[in-house]
């Protein structure tokens, strides 16, 4: 017997769901694995998106469980609260796509540990709210994995004009979206934290289909 | 004894990383320095020493994700 998603078969739902991609992106997207270090804010929606497109290997990592205040911008739902960040959205990745393989780590990122985290990556994603963690990172990738593009962001707080956020490619596989000023105490709300996410998903998109530049 | 600090010319050679920061009260935990195209590591803040001529991009994030 045929096997079966949602009762539909299973080749019908993997082809289908691909149907609207840029031609030719299926088998790097597929292929290429991204690790996204914080699923807040930033990082539930970086994954939606990079899970949408069928990147076929996500790392999430996050220390933190799901709260109330959360839900203003983080793609949790109210029945999760209380669950680990990591559990609960790959729950809602395997919703929206089975076909990709997710692994998940519920701890803190930590200089001692990002070089065992973030080892198979081909791609590392920063989306951290804690601005020590974004430099944090950005300090230890550049030591342990300099050939590794890294995608981070900074400054998306408030309800400032959408276009003062940017993607900025101040050194080599280093790229950082954000308005670079705006800070959280502010406020953080989904439209505006979801362009900043949509910057860093397209720039990691744009990395594995072999457009660097930005 | 000058400095390129972001594009801008300034005349902190011979102090460490760490004091140039404190100096200008940079938040130092949210800064990733970059010398003469080099990442400084967090740990050698206070054993690398400006010198005339470098060039130095600082690198700061702010809070919100």
């Not at chain 1, 699923?39 to 970086?46: H, R």
């Not at chain 1, 999430?60 to 839900?71: G, K, R, T």
């Amino acid at each position: 017997m045929e096997a079966q998603v949602q009762g539909q078969d299973y080749k019908d739902v993997y082809y289908g769901m691909k149907e609207r991609n840029v031609k030719d992106s299926t088998d790097k997207l597929t292929a290429a694995h991204v690790t996204i270090a914080g699923a807040g804010g930033l990082g539930s929606n970086i994954a939606i998106a990079l899970t949408r497109i069928g990147v076929g290997h996500l790392t999430l990592i996050d220390f933190d469980s799901v709260e109330l205040s959360n839900l203003n911008r983080q793609q949790f739902k109210l029945s999760q609260v209380g669950m680990p960040k990591v559990t609960a959205l790959k729950q809602n990745l395997q919703e929206f796509n089975p076909f990709i393989e997710i692994k998940t780590f519920q701890t803190k990122v930590t200089h001692d540990n990002v070089k065992e985290l973030f080892a198979d990556a081909d791609i590392i994603c920063e989306a951290f709210d804690n601005p020590a963690a974004k430099a944090m990172l950005l300090d230890a990738a550049s030591e342990f994995f300099p050939d590794k593009p890294l995608v981070m962001g900074t400054g998306m707080a408030g309800i400032h004009s959408s276009n003062t956020i940017t993607t900025k490619h101040p050194r080599a596989n280093l790229y950082i979206a954000g308005d670079g000023t705006s800070m959280g105490a502010e406020g953080l709300m989904a439209p505006r934290v979801m362009i900043a996410a949509g910057h860093e998903a397209n720039m990691i998109t744009r990395i594995i289909l072999g457009r660097d530049d930005i | 004894m000058m400095v390129t600090v972001n594009g801008q010319s300034e005349d902190v050679a011979g102090q460490t990383v760490l004091d140039f920061l404190k100096a200008r009260k940079a938040p130092v935990e949210n800064i990733v320095v970059e010398r003469n195209g080099d990442i400084v590591h967090k740990a050698e803040f206070d054993k690398v020493t400006l010198e005339s001529g470098d060039k130095i991009e600082l690198i700061s994030f702010v809070g919100g994700g």
